[in-house]
């Protein structure tokens, strides 16, 4: 076990790098000591877990852990994951400094409900800013002959990495739509998957909950007419009403194959830290963020959205205090 922070506390933590470690971490999660000394600000390992490869979690993720080697001498690296549910476990057991979450995972895990139902010591996430919109893409092509979300009965159909924050939602939208498994023949399979299996046939749709374009629905797109299932009506205005978290939106004409906007709905990502790290050293994480934001804003069109003027906008909780530091500081708050 190695130690990832050096804190200016008498007790420092030690905290693993890995996700095959065990877990304990041994850590204080003292965020209020002084930390004033260059060493109390000191990152020294900072683990990113961001999602699978070809999505933006990963892109954008990747881009972060080279911004915090260059700005902070830190050894940071980003970790494949299943993407919100298991980055939020993670990060609360000391696998993970920085996790990308969406943010109706981030309200189950702090009321404690849904796949977090029973765990413990997650009430007080906290995070270092809002990101993006995800969109909620239910992916088909014409030849399965899907329109709408009704249509998918009896089809097989992707619904993401099982505990996936893109699992959760597709279980939303089918109850919106007075569905469930029951109706469809599920199947667990990450973005790439699910579209490699509809290229075979295997697949009817899949759910795909990310920020625009998706890689590997642009990929689809190259060998297949692509149809973007619409959200709307009834079921939006019962996916609104029951998970306000969710926006209405539109996937704009031109993004993949379809000439007109799609409607949909979307929800905003966050970006949690582990209550492991001190508010200085959460501070500088920010500042090497915010202020390399030309560099992480070309690892990903979605990550345009990431600016000063949107940090809060869209937080299942609330900012970390050493944020909340750095954005007064530059007259963000």
């Known amino acids: 076990m190695r130690p990832r922070v050096l804190f200016a506390v008498a007790a420092a933590a030690a905290l693993t790098l890995t996700a095959c470690s065990s877990g304990d971490t041994g850590g204080s999660s003292d965020t209020g000591a002084d930390t004033g000394s260059a060493a109390g600000a000191s990152v020294d390992f900072v683990t990113i877990v961001a999602g699978g490869t070809s999505g933006p979690y990963y892109q954008i993720g990747a881009t ?15 970790q494949a994951t299943g993407a919100s549910v298991e980055n939020i476990t993670l990060l609360t057991t ?23 139902d029973g765990k413990e010591g997650l009430s007080e996430l906290k995070a270092i800013t809002a990101l993006y919109p995800n969109f909620v893409q239910i992916v088909t092509t014409e030849q399965s002959g899907i329109k709408s979300v009704a249509d998918m009965k ?12 893109v699992e959760l939602n597709a279980q939303m939208i089918l109850e919106a739509h007075g569905m469930s498994y029951d109706d469809i023949d599920e199947d667990y399979l990450s973005y790439s998957d699910a579209i490699d299996q509809m290229k075979n046939g295997q697949v009817d749709a899949a759910f795909v909950t990310s920020g ?24 939006m205005k019962n ?9 209405d939106n539109v996937i704009p004409g031109g993004t993949y194959d379809e000439e007109d906007d799609v409607p949909t709905a979307s929800i905003i990502n966050q970006l949690l830290v582990s209550p492991d790290l001190s508010d200085d050293q959460v501070y500088e994480i ?9 560099t992480i804003h070309q690892a ?34």
């Open 64 to 78: 972060m852990a080279q911004v915090l080697k260059d700005e902070l001498g830190a050894d940071s690296s980003v």
């Open 94 to 116: 000391g696998k993970a400094e920085i996790a990308f979450a969406m943010g109706d995972a981030t309200r189950q895990a702090v009321e404690g409900t849904g796949p977090f």
């Open 154 to 165: 009896g089809k097989r159909i992707g619904v993401g990495d099982q505990n996936s924050g």
């Open 212 to 235: 625009l374009p998706n890689s590997s629905v642009m990929d689809l797109v190259t060998s297949h007419d692509v149809v973007i299932v619409p959200i709307e009506g009834d079921g």
């Open 239 to 247: 996916l609104l009403e029951k998970y306000p978290f969710f926006k």
């Open 286 to 294: 920010t500042k090497a963020l915010f202020e390399n934001l030309d």
């Open 300 to 333: 990903h069109q979605a990550a345009k959205n990431i600016t000063l003027d949107s940090i809060e906008n869209g937080l299942a909780v609330d900012l970390h205090p050493g944020a909340v530091k750095y954005f007064k500081e530059k007259g963000a708050l």
